[in-house]
């Protein structure tokens, strides 16, 4: 004879009024019912847990959830699914370091204390959203961690610390020599890594990561992205809908693209601030068009100088190590990713805002780099 859990019947109700209808009355009704029975509580939580292992089972991960949550309701859902993901993961399978890294980085503290009916509803707003949200592309898993973790590379941390440097520094001349020198690292860094791969008793193989692409003028942002990821060895692939590129490529490489994304998309924000401030003194209005036109100019000049001193950055005698696991990348990115399409850029019609984006870009992004061998 089976049971309804404690506060099942409840949930039940709530669920059925509120979940898969748009209407407020609907939403309240299900708060109030909710709110009426505190005894209700933890059922609505064990259903909480169950909706995030489905979304893990149809391809989403702790970041996605932050991120779409973030961007479609407000702070507090952000925290309730924060602490829905922390108590969750007990329930879970062992997951792999990018996997906990994600956690970790969830926002910590709970959400602002307010009465049942308030409560209620924000988490049912969760839910619904939750419960709508389509499968994605499963990412290749990562190996759950075994024994310690491995300890930090020494590289990616003079890579960190040159970037951060080139995000403060005021001086274009400075920021450019820093940059260079950081893509040099991130070039060693990845060669280095495909050797010591080549050798391994078990060949190691690409995985993913999703890159939050996010408004205003994402269309640029992806572009950046892309031009990133094909520098360093990896594919880039994004998904306008959700806010996201999935970049395909070996670990290593999945680190420095993300690094230096991070970090040309602070210097390009910094230079556009300047510019448009210098546009606005001289008595321009058209903020929104200069600034599209300077990104869009910023991705597409760091592209072309990125994809340039790809060509020249390492020796003949890597050259055979390199292309297999380019190879092996994009077989990875078209089994992930079957069916693609072509985006153009868009509103691009500021003059003033491409040229001054194409010099940014100029400062930021280094020409060559030795020759590696």
């Known amino acids: 004879m089976s049971s309804t859990p404690s506060g099942g019947a409840t949930v039940d109700r709530a669920f ?13 009704t299900g708060a109030s019912v909710l709110a009426a029975d505190p005894a209700a509580d933890a059922e609505l939580a064990r259903r909480g847990r169950e909706f995030l292992a489905a979304l893990w089972r149809r391809g989403w991960q702790p970041a996605d959830v932050e991120r779409i949550v973030r961007r479609d309701l407000d702070d507090v859902h952000v925290r309730l699914a924060a602490r829905l993901i922390r108590d969750q993961a007990p329930d879970d399978r062992a997951r792999g370091p990018r996997w906990q890294a994600q956690t970790r980085a969830l926002p910590d503290g709970p959400p602002p204390r307010t009465d049942r009916f308030s ?19 499963p990412l290749e898993d990562e190996r759950p961690a075994a024994g310690p973790p491995r300890p930090a590379s020494r590289m990616l941390t003079r890579i960190r610390a040159l970037l951060v440097k080139a995000e403060a520094t005021g001086f274009p001349e400075e920021a450019e020599a820093l940059t260079a020198k950081a893509q040099e690292l991130m070039a060693r860094h990845s060669v280095d890594e495909a050797l010591l791969a080549s050798h391994a008793p078990a060949p190691d193989a690409p995985g993913a990561c999703r890159i939050g692409v996010e408004p205003p003028y994402e269309q640029a942002k992806a572009v950046l992205l892309d031009a990133v990821a094909g520098a360093n060895h990896c594919r880039a692939v994004w998904n306008e809908a959700f806010g996201f590129s999935t970049v395909v490529g070996f670990e290593a490489d999945l680190e420095v693209v993300e690094l230096l994304f991070t970090s040309l998309l602070v210097q390009a924000t910094t230079a556009m601030t300047k510019a448009e401030a210098a546009q606005r003194a001289g008595g321009r209005r058209r903020t929104k068009t200069f600034r599209q036109s300077f990104l869009a100019a910023y991705a597409h000049r760091v592209g072309a100088r990125l994809t340039k001193a790809a060509e020249t950055q390492v020796g003949e005698d890597l050259l055979p190590v390199l292309a297999s696991r ?11 990713f079957p069916r693609t399409t072509s985006t153009r850029l868009r509103g691009v019609t500021d003059e003033a805002g491409w040229t001054e984006g194409a010099e940014a870009a100029d400062h930021a992004q280094v020409a060559h780099r030795p020759r590696l061998s």
């Open 16 to 28: 059925e009024a509120a979940l898969y209808a748009d209407a407020g009355p609907a939403l309240d």
């Open 119 to 137: 409560h209620a509803t924000a988490v049912l707003e969760l839910y619904r959203l939750l419960l709508r949200l389509p499968g994605l592309e």
């Open 326 to 336: 380019e190879v092996a990348v994009g077989t990875a990115a078209d089994r992930m």
